[in-house]
């Protein structure tokens, strides 16, 4: 329970560091550029954004994998990272391009397809290191290389933006400095530059790639269903309502923030667990107050998002209240999925999302076509709502049948669900 408590304090404060750091970059660029350039930067982004899902071929998760469970040394994981982190580099690169170029309406700009691209080396590395940090039950590092780049991203903004005028490439630029900075201090943190090697270890890349792979498909599936609105709307609307879109999404998402303080722990201890029905039970209890936490704040966010949004975005972003109010109870719904989903997904066993996503990403394109160019940035929200709704029926129907755990005994509340909140505020009073 000590490093359990520990594990929380350390991840709660990085999320807060990583919402607050979020939040202030996000109003900047929103008063500052207006809808219309928030919605270019959203339609060039989401292509980088949603591939890094599968190019970083799933390696972050096998390695936490790998790492917990030690099967191969340290040294071998680290040197067959950055052997496949070179070969994906170039493989991301090239696909984004393409998609950008050809497939997004501001693909003509070659500086801003550039500037979104340019994240792409220094997010695979840093994502790669942090299954490392995860696998080792590491979590202060782990957090670090979450909320740092967002702090640096944030000071961009502020000069790029605010102090030097330079809207949409200045946010851009904002973006790469994160990772970049990240990416440098890791290189040497973790003492990467010895793991450079020409001598490729096949059975270790092999294996990774076998189990990463499995990964990066779920994540692809995944990402789709977060993303295919915009791709949509960039193609059925206009670049306004996509910057609507884009910050009223952005916001309710961060009530995921909330069931995602856990997940890490979940992930890195379901890894490493021995009894894996035991931990499923905490798991599950973790989803039931997960659930009431996101309804909450839900409830918090549909009678004040009125408020909020036009003070912190500014008044041409009111559109963005109702996108909001739209999309809540699909966060809600999807809460299920990103709980337990960590569960199985550090049991090596990721393909198991796929079976609730990809229906949902059918229904999602579906009434995406059909809603968009009639209700716009609203549409996109009606959509993803009920795709979401499905996924998180579908996922807990599937996690029953894994764990062989009843959904009437993993909804049911019980008393000693809060038992372990109570002890963490306990411990945080006596502090």
């Not at 009530?255 to 905490?282: C, D, G, H, N």
């Not at 079976?355 to 229904?363: D, I, N, Q, S």
């Not at 599937?398 to 002890?423: Q, V």
Request: proline share 3%; aromatic share 14%.
């Amino acid at each position: 329970m000590a490093s359990f408590f520990k594990d929380f304090l350390s991840i709660g404060f990085s999320k807060i560091l990583i919402i607050s750091f979020g939040l202030g970059s996000s109003i900047i660029i929103a008063r500052y550029i207006g809808p219309s350039g928030n919605g270019t930067i959203a339609a060039l982004t989401v292509y980088p954004s949603l591939f890094l899902s599968f190019g970083s071929l799933g390696i972050s998760q096998a390695t936490t994998f790998y790492t917990g469970k030690k099967i191969f040394s340290e040294e071998q994981i680290k040197t067959a990272i950055t052997q496949i982190w070179m070969i994906t580099v170039i493989i991301s690169l090239v696909t984004c391009y393409l998609l950008m170029r050809y497939f997004s309406n501001s693909g003509d700009n070659l500086l801003l397809v550039s500037l979104a691209l340019l994240p792409i080396p220094f997010t695979l590395f840093n994502k790669y290191n942090s299954g490392l940090f995860l696998g080792r039950n590491d979590i202060k590092t782990y957090n670090r290389i979450n909320w740092i780049p967002t702090l640096i991203v944030l000071l961009g903004a502020v000069i790029f933006v605010i102090l030097l005028h330079w809207d949409i490439a200045g946010a851009m630029l904002a973006t790469i400095l994160g990772g970049l900075f990240m990416s440098i201090v890791l290189l040497f943190k973790n003492k990467f530059l010895k793991s450079f090697s020409l001598k490729f270890e096949w059975r270790v890349i092999q294996s990774m790639l076998s189990l990463g792979m499995i990964y990066a498909l779920s994540l692809l599936v995944i990402g789709l269903n977060y993303r295919v609105d915009v791709i949509m709307i960039d193609k059925l609307s206009t670049a306004f309502e996509l910057g609507i879109y884009s910050k009223g999404a952005g916001f309710a998402e961060y009530l995921w923030e909330i069931p995602m303080l856990f997940s890490s722990i979940v992930f890195a201890r379901s890894a490493v667990s021995k009894k894996q029905k035991e931990f499923s039970y905490k798991v599950i209890r973790l989803l039931r107050v997960s659930f009431i936490g996101v309804g909450l704040g839900a409830l918090v966010l549909l009678f004040l998002s009125e408020y909020i949004i036009p003070l912190m975005y500014g008044k041409e972003f009111y559109g963005s209240v109702s996108v909001l109010n739209y999309l809540l109870p699909g966060i809600l719904a999807l809460t299920i999925f990103k709980v337990i989903n960590m569960d199985l997904a550090g049991r090596g066993k990721p393909w198991i999302a796929m079976w609730a996503m990809l229906p949902a990403l059918g229904v999602n394109i579906i009434l995406n076509y059909f809603f968009i160019p009639k209700y716009g940035a609203n549409g996109a929200a009606y959509s993803s709502t009920i795709s979401y709704g499905v996924a998180g029926v579908l996922f807990l129907y599937f996690y029953s049948k894994e764990t062989k755990i009843p959904i009437k005994e993993i909804l049911k509340f019980r008393r000693e669900d809060f038992a372990p909140i109570k002890g963490i505020i306990k411990k945080i009073i006596k502090r």
